[in-house]
């Protein structure tokens, strides 16, 4: 099993920066793929960002792209995303999410991923 446990949530004004972390243990080894999803309250958990674990790779949604940036520690196994002019509309709880596979077809797909951390509140006040 694979343990993810998010932080970095909180509190900031429109125009803010936050920075979220998301720590993997446990069975870690194979982990190809690693995530950000976003859960507004009311709405569905939708796709932020992702990466492949050789970095290499980087996804993002049209909504974040210039203004969110994902990135990984391979030797802390933590995954970062890096959230600037934060607007209202970002506010939501943000999910951690890794998976030993990767497809350029559903990287963005919450089906995609086997292993899912607790979230973490973020909230833009205007």
């Known amino acids: 099993q694979v343990q993810l446990v998010e932080s970095g949530g909180g509190l900031v004004q429109a125009g803010g920066s936050l920075r979220l972390s998301c720590l993997a243990s446990?069975?870690?080894?194979?982990?190809?793929?690693m995530a950000w999803f976003g859960q507004a309250p009311g709405k569905e958990r939708v796709f932020v960002a992702a990466?492949?674990?050789?970095?290499?790779?980087?996804f993002y949604a049209d909504s974040v792209k210039g203004r969110f940036t994902i990135s990984r520690d391979s030797v802390k196994e933590t995954l970062y995303l890096q959230m600037n002019s934060l607007k209202p509309e970002d506010t939501a709880v943000y999910y951690c999410?890794?998976?030993?596979?990767?497809?350029?077809?559903?990287?963005?797909?919450?089906?995609?991923?086997?292993?899912w951390g607790q979230g973490t509140q973020v909230t833009v006040s205007s």
């Open positions: 446990g069975r870690t080894f194979g982990i190809y793929t």
């Open positions: 990466i492949r674990w050789n970095a290499v790779s980087t």
């Open positions: 999410a890794a998976d030993r596979y990767f497809s350029y077809t559903t990287y963005n797909s919450r089906d995609q991923y086997a292993y």
